[in-house]
């Protein structure tokens, strides 16, 4: 399912690099913590996995393609297959619930009914029944979350990716998303965790991924998180204007993502199908999109936009933006 064979990443004026001959297997339906104090190389191995950066020797192959191999363009569509959750959440703030989870099809060219049937259904698996029209600011962090989960699972990934989702969250909000993801695993999604969240990999014995400096130190099936002597705990984030920092960071991803489907027009999403069915997270719609629904395209543009300018943010293109984990 994702395959790390003898990796490095060296990032550009870095003297060592961030992952060091990394070599591991995550299998169909597993779930997988991967651990390490920070700057270890956690959010790394999750970025080459989205091939949002490339490794600087080895290979990365996820759902049977070495990611090398597909093109710039496609890359849009193999992210398909994947869902990301994220610390600080990622929800646009002047979409509602409904659309929130609503606009990761509407990009892809799902049809209304397809949206009316699927968005509420990954809403009731994340307990947010009922919330549909509120907006992000109206809702307890934990629900922010579990609204960025149902975006996740919406598009019926097979694998969900989650880099710290609970760093921001109370430890009682944290369980209940973290039995969540549980939940989304038993049924039969693969889940790989960056966390720094001890107790929770203690508790849930599963496999445990461990690097030290940018080097895999242990690789334990139900293991718990090890030696926490050097691990921050992490506290919920009060840096000012983080929270629009992510939401433009949001705002850029949708952009591209859009600008990725306006090239090349809505198809199904392409990467590798699995050998043998994954039971689906929500039940498959009557009226699944045909190969010709014409694209919609969200009206995210300047309201959107207009969050950086409002706090004065830099948009320059070539920056990086939101919070780095
Ligand atoms: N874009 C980048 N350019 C240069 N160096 C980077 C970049 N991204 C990460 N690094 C460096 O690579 C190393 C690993 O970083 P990474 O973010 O993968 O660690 P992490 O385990 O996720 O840390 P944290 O738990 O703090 O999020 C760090 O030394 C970091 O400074």
Redesign the pocket.
Known sequence: MIRFENVTKR????K?P?LSGVDFEVLRGEFVFLV??????????L?LILRE?SPSSGRVAVLGRDLKTIANRKVPYFRRSIGSVFQDFRLLPSKTVFQNVAFTLQVTGASRGFIQQAVPEALALVGLSGKEKRLPHELSGGEQQRVAIARAIVNRPQIVLA??PTGNLDPGTSVDIMQLLARINAGGTTVLM?T?EAAFVDQMQRRVIE?RD?EMVRDEVGGGYGDTSNVPRLEPETIRGAAATAALQTVREVHRETEAAIAEPAQPAEPVQPAQPVQPMVKPADDARPATHPLTLPAVDLAELGVADRLGLDTGDDE?VGP??
């Open positions: 990032y550009r004026g870095t060592r961030a390490g104090a920070s700057g270890s190389g956690k959010s790394s191995c970025q950066e880099d710290e960056a720094h690097l940018g990086e780095v984990s």
